[in-house]
């Protein structure tokens, strides 16, 4: 017989559960009123929750200061060479390196590198050394290599093991490469500057190639500076010769062997694979009396120009690599595109290297530092 719908059980515990029909106590009790300091505390909040961030990425490069140039000043010899190695772990290592005088030199020759080719084509006449020759040629025979070393037959998107074949072989020749234009009294730097050499066309375990590899590539350009192999008169020609003929190369190696993007933003980001052409480029059309940035959308000045702009030429690349619309596989280019200059994305872009490249340990911890690109102690 159930009992009267008034009736209560009236021991019961002003917070325990009671059944709706006769009100006597339920199978389980009403949980706790939660409590102001819980005990248990998620792992993971859903990011919905998340309060939001005070600075995000945009914010950052924003309020970094635009990097300035800085001499590089050749090494006094005789010099004690070392085999560089990896010393960054953590955030406190690449703060500790971001102080250092080591940093600023480094950053400082890629923005003189990039003041070097201001309002100038790839084939406007530059200082042409015998070293910057002999630059050229290596570069070009590390191309004939990938000519000699076809593609493995694979469905696999990325990673061509073919690769790892013509990666060996570069770094079976880096010494002898380096040996071409090192004079006597600097043959011990092979020990030194091969490792960045090798280090700057990708990885040969995982196939693939980012921003980090590419700034080894301009790391060991500056090694050569500190060496004194060569000077600030050959800097436009480090770009418009040496750097040019490696972006070419590099191209082809994506290319021909399906390199992964190392550390990719995806759509998010500059681009896959290059950052330094963009600053190089964006330098190239500073002044120029006709295009602009949004001139990137003209399919005219694109294929009329892309072989003297090395910031088009990039742009004519991602376009023919990536489909759909350039808006939605590449919205960064897209919105640098509506920057009124080109002197506002150069110094824009500068700042950007330094944020989004050389201040993630992720990529920076791969980079090397040795008796010329010292570690702070």
């Known amino acids: 017989m159930e009992p009267p719908a008034d009736h209560l059980h009236h021991h019961q515990e002003p917070h325990s559960s009671v059944c709706a029909k006769c009100g006597g106590p339920a199978a389980f009790p009403t949980p706790p009123p939660p409590s102001d300091t819980p005990s248990y505390i998620p792992i993971r909040f859903p990011a919905v929750n998340l309060p939001p961030s005070p600075t995000n990425t945009r914010e950052t490069i924003m309020r970094t200061p635009v990097p300035h140039a800085e001499k590089v000043e050749p090494l006094t010899l005789p010099h004690q060479f070392a085999a560089p190695s990896k010393r960054i772990r953590s955030p406190d290592d690449l703060a500790t390196f971001h102080s250092s005088p080591s940093f600023r030199n480094f950053l400082g020759f890629v923005v003189s590198l990039s003041e ?8 406007d006449p530059c200082h042409v050394s015998p070293a910057v020759e002999t630059l050229v040629s290596i570069l070009q025979k590390l191309t004939d290599f990938v000519d000699e070393i076809p593609p493995a037959p694979q469905t696999a998107r990325y990673g061509n093991v073919s690769y790892r074949v013509w990666h060996e072989r570069m770094s079976t020749e880096a ?5 071409m234009f090192l004079p006597p009294q600097l043959r011990d730097a ?9 280090d700057g066309f990708g990885n040969a375990l995982r196939i693939d190639y980012g921003t980090g590899h590419e700034t080894n590539f301009a790391a060991w350009l500056y090694c050569l500076a500190k060496l004194g192999v060569v000077s600030e008169e050959d800097y436009q020609a480090l770009v418009a010769r040496v750097f040019f003929k490696y972006m070419e190369l590099m191209r082809k190696l994506q290319i021909t062997y399906n390199l992964e993007p190392a550390g990719s933003h995806g759509v998010w980001g500059l681009d896959d694979y290059h950052f330094l052409p ?3 480029g964006s330098s190239q059309l500073i002044d120029h009396k006709y295009m602009k940035p949004k001139s990137i959308h003209n399919e005219d000045i694109l294929e009329n120009f892309c072989n003297e702009y090395l ?23 897209d919105d640098i595109s509506g920057v009124p200059n080109w002197k506002k994305v150069n ?31």
């Not at 010494?175 to 040996?179: N, P, R, T």
């Open 190 to 198: 092979t020990v030194e500057i091969v490792p960045y050499f090798t």
């Open 278 to 280: 963009y600053i190089f």
């Open 175 to 179: 010494e002898a490469f380096m040996l």
């Open 116 to 123: 070097s080719t201001k309002s100038r084509k790839l084939s």
């Open 347 to 377: 110094s824009g872009l500068l700042k950007m290297y330094k944020v989004e490249v050389l201040e993630k340990v992720p990529i920076m911890q791969h980079f090397l530092f040795g008796s010329i690109i010292k570690w702070p102690e």
């Open 311 to 333: 910031y088009l030429s990039c742009v004519v690349f991602v376009k023919k690599v990536k489909k759909g619309l350039f808006a939605e596989h590449s919205p960064m280019l």
